[in-house]
Nanobody
Framework: QAQLVESGGGLVQAGGSLRLSCAAS????????MAWFRQAPGKEREFVAA????????YYADSVKARFTISRDNANNTVNLQMNNLKPEDTAVYYC????????????????WGQGTQVTVSS
Protein backbone atom coordinates (compact mmCIF):
# COMPACT_ATOMS: atom_id res chain seq x y z
CA GLN A 1 0.00 0.00 0.00
CA ALA A 2 1.11 3.52 -0.77
CA GLN A 3 0.10 6.52 1.30
CA LEU A 4 -0.36 9.99 -0.17
CA VAL A 5 -0.28 13.28 1.74
CA GLU A 6 -1.13 16.61 0.12
CA SER A 7 0.05 20.03 1.23
CA GLY A 8 0.06 23.60 -0.01
CA GLY A 9 -3.61 24.50 -0.04
CA GLY A 10 -4.94 27.75 1.35
CA LEU A 11 -6.79 30.98 0.69
CA VAL A 12 -5.74 33.18 -2.22
CA GLN A 13 -7.24 36.08 -4.14
CA ALA A 14 -8.36 35.69 -7.72
CA GLY A 15 -5.39 35.99 -10.05
CA GLY A 16 -3.01 34.60 -7.46
CA SER A 17 -0.99 31.39 -7.39
CA LEU A 18 -0.62 28.31 -5.22
CA ARG A 19 1.59 25.25 -5.43
CA LEU A 20 0.23 21.93 -4.21
CA SER A 21 2.51 19.04 -3.34
CA CYS A 22 1.78 15.38 -2.77
CA ALA A 23 4.25 13.09 -1.05
CA ALA A 24 3.98 9.34 -1.50
CA SER A 25 5.29 6.86 1.06
CA UNK A 26 5.09 3.14 1.71
CA UNK A 27 5.02 0.87 -1.34
CA UNK A 28 5.94 3.50 -3.89
CA UNK A 29 8.19 1.51 -6.19
CA UNK A 30 5.28 0.34 -8.36
CA UNK A 31 3.60 3.72 -8.69
CA UNK A 32 3.21 4.80 -12.30
CA UNK A 33 0.47 7.32 -13.11
CA MET A 34 -0.21 10.20 -10.73
CA ALA A 35 -2.93 12.81 -10.91
CA TRP A 36 -4.84 15.60 -9.23
CA PHE A 37 -8.60 15.71 -8.91
CA ARG A 38 -10.83 18.24 -7.17
CA GLN A 39 -14.27 18.36 -5.65
CA ALA A 40 -16.28 21.50 -5.01
CA PRO A 41 -19.21 21.57 -2.56
CA GLY A 42 -22.26 19.91 -4.06
CA LYS A 43 -20.36 18.74 -7.13
CA GLU A 44 -18.82 15.49 -8.26
CA ARG A 45 -15.09 14.90 -8.12
CA GLU A 46 -13.49 16.04 -11.37
CA PHE A 47 -10.21 15.51 -13.12
CA VAL A 48 -7.62 18.29 -13.04
CA ALA A 49 -4.28 16.95 -14.32
CA ALA A 50 -2.32 13.70 -14.70
CA UNK A 51 1.28 12.77 -15.43
CA UNK A 52 3.04 9.60 -16.52
CA UNK A 53 5.99 8.10 -14.65
CA UNK A 54 8.49 9.62 -17.09
CA UNK A 55 6.75 12.98 -17.11
CA UNK A 56 6.61 12.95 -20.89
CA UNK A 57 2.83 12.53 -20.96
CA UNK A 58 0.74 15.14 -19.21
CA TYR A 59 -3.00 15.63 -19.38
CA TYR A 60 -5.09 18.59 -18.29
CA ALA A 61 -8.75 19.42 -17.94
CA ASP A 62 -9.77 22.11 -20.42
CA SER A 63 -10.71 24.40 -17.54
CA VAL A 64 -7.13 24.54 -16.21
CA LYS A 65 -5.03 24.33 -19.39
CA ALA A 66 -2.44 27.11 -19.66
CA ARG A 67 -2.96 27.98 -15.98
CA PHE A 68 -1.96 24.79 -14.12
CA THR A 69 1.22 22.72 -14.51
CA ILE A 70 1.71 19.21 -13.15
CA SER A 71 5.20 17.86 -12.46
CA ARG A 72 6.78 15.04 -10.52
CA ASP A 73 10.04 14.15 -8.80
CA ASN A 74 10.41 10.38 -8.78
CA ALA A 75 13.54 10.47 -6.63
CA ASN A 76 11.50 12.05 -3.84
CA ASN A 77 8.17 10.40 -4.69
CA THR A 78 6.34 13.68 -5.06
CA VAL A 79 3.93 15.19 -7.55
CA ASN A 80 3.24 18.91 -7.69
CA LEU A 81 0.55 21.14 -9.13
CA GLN A 82 1.49 24.74 -9.87
CA MET A 83 -1.70 26.78 -10.12
CA ASN A 84 -1.52 30.27 -11.63
CA ASN A 85 -4.18 32.86 -12.41
CA LEU A 86 -6.55 31.21 -9.98
CA LYS A 87 -10.27 31.85 -10.33
CA PRO A 88 -13.10 31.57 -7.79
CA GLU A 89 -14.37 28.53 -9.68
CA ASP A 90 -11.11 26.74 -8.81
CA THR A 91 -12.27 26.62 -5.18
CA ALA A 92 -12.42 22.97 -4.14
CA VAL A 93 -10.76 20.24 -2.13
CA TYR A 94 -7.86 18.98 -4.21
CA TYR A 95 -6.94 15.29 -4.07
CA CYS A 96 -3.75 13.56 -5.13
CA UNK A 97 -4.12 10.13 -6.71
CA UNK A 98 -1.68 7.42 -7.78
CA UNK A 99 -1.80 4.01 -9.39
CA UNK A 100 0.43 1.25 -10.68
CA UNK A 101 -1.23 1.63 -14.06
CA UNK A 102 -0.77 4.43 -16.58
CA UNK A 103 -1.84 8.01 -16.05
CA UNK A 104 -5.49 8.55 -16.98
CA UNK A 105 -8.21 11.15 -16.53
CA UNK A 106 -10.54 8.73 -14.75
CA UNK A 107 -10.80 8.58 -10.96
CA UNK A 108 -11.90 4.93 -11.01
CA UNK A 109 -8.48 3.87 -12.35
CA UNK A 110 -6.57 5.16 -9.32
CA UNK A 111 -6.12 2.92 -6.29
CA UNK A 112 -4.37 5.35 -3.95
CA TRP A 113 -5.74 8.67 -2.72
CA GLY A 114 -4.70 11.41 -0.36
CA GLN A 115 -6.97 13.03 2.20
CA GLY A 116 -7.28 16.26 0.23
CA THR A 117 -6.24 19.87 0.72
CA GLN A 118 -8.59 22.87 0.58
CA VAL A 119 -8.04 25.59 -1.99
CA THR A 120 -10.20 28.69 -1.66
CA VAL A 121 -10.06 31.51 -4.21
CA SER A 122 -11.74 34.76 -3.23
CA SER A 123 -13.08 37.21 -5.80
Amino acid sequence: QAQLVESGGGLVQAGGSLRLSCAASGRTFNINGMAWFRQAPGKEREFVAAISWSGRSRYYADSVKARFTISRDNANNTVNLQMNNLKPEDTAVYYCAADEGPATMYARTYDYWGQGTQVTVSS
